[in-house]
Every structure is written in structure tokens, then in C-alpha cells.
């Protein structure tokens, strides 16, 4: 299920630039600001959530709130219309599970994570962008409840895919995303065979 969603976000991705290229076309508006190199500095928050399969931990868990830190830097290909935009995000995922007493445990993972995404944009006062592309993450530390997880039980690399859009005024933007993980963040079998990462996030940036 959880494929089937990502393949068809992803779909719908492509039909979404594919529009907006047409439109694009059709705008000669002469606005360069987007065809300078910018770096820029993103707040923000994702409800995040994960799947477990494959092991007796497979009951729906429960959402989460995390912060998402991230710098970036947006890379104008040609005019501006295309652009190259890495990311670094210090971001909290995880889940909500119940115990055998039917307690709720909170699981934060602190990951550092690289998204090097595709971003297309257009019209002239309000710039609305499209954005998507893979990310590789590293697991730093977590938490199970009020204990340190052990990091044996998982895998140090995650990779995923971020997708959204996001709307501009001058320096300053906002943006919403579904980051979705694409490998099995668990390195044991068992109680924790396939457990994948998934969020929505939204953040806003200050460009410079």
C-alpha cells in the first residue's frame, strides 16, 4: 500500500511540473530573481509516522510531531525555471506504539539528512515552486520513551524520497512536503522485520 502511495504521488508530481512547464512557457515575465544562486536558512515541523511489516510489531502506530532544521541552496539552471536545490535537514521521525500494557511509547529518530531535489518555478509576484527528488539519511540518536535506542538495531543509512510544492514572495517561502521512506530502517528480524520511515512536513524559508 504503502508503494502504491509513493508511485502515485510521484505520478502525480510529474503531471503537476509537466503543467506548470506549460504554463511557464506561456509567462515571459523577465523576473531573474530566481536565475541567481541563493543559499538559504528553513524552520519547520513534520508529522511523522512508521510501517511495520513483517514482524509482530504490525499494529497501525500512532503520528508524531518533530522539528525540521535544514540549510539549503537553491542552483538555477539556465533562467531560473529549473533549478538544482540540495538540502540539509536535522529532522525528528518516528512513531507513537502501544506497550504490552497498551501504553503509549513515543520512538523519536534523530536523523541528519540529504535531499538533492529538482525544483521548477513560476509566475512573477507570488513564485509557486514544485519540488522532488531522492535523500539519503543518517541516523544520529533516539529515543524510545524515556531510553536511549540501540542503534545495533538499525540501519545507519535510510533512503527516501521528498516530494512537494511551496509558494514565494521575494526572499522569504514556504512549503509543504510527504517524505517517504524507501528502505527497511531495521537491521534485526523479528518484533522489528521492515520498519519504514514516512512524514509530512511543512517549513518555512529565508533566502539570502
Known sequence: MKKTLTLKLIGMLVILMTSLSA????????DDYNAKARFGVRGGVIIAN?????????????????????????IPIGTGFFMVQPELHWLQKGSVI?????DDITNTFNYLELPVLLR???????????????SLGYLLSGKSGDFDIDKDLYEDLEWGVHLGVGIG???????VRYM?????????DGNLSEVKN?????GVTLKF
Open 98 to 102: 502501544a506497550d504490552i500494557n497498551g
Open 120 to 134: 521548477l518555478n513560476f509566475g512573477n509576484e507570488a513564485k509557486i515552486f514544485a519540488i522532488g527528488g531522492p
Open 198 to 202: 514516512n512524514a509530512f512536513g511543512a
Open 23 to 30: 504554463i511557464h512557457a506561456q509567462d515571459d515575465s523577465g
Open 180 to 188: 517517504a521512506g524507501l528502505s527497511d530502517i531495521s537491521a534485526v
Open 50 to 74: 512508521q510501517t511495520f511489516e513483517n514482524g509482530s510489531l504490525d499494529d497501525d502506530s500512532k503520528s508524531k510531531f518533530g522539528a525540521d532544521i535544514a540549510v539549503l541552496v537553491n
Open 169 to 175: 514572495l521575494g526572499a522569504l517561502e514556504i512549503d
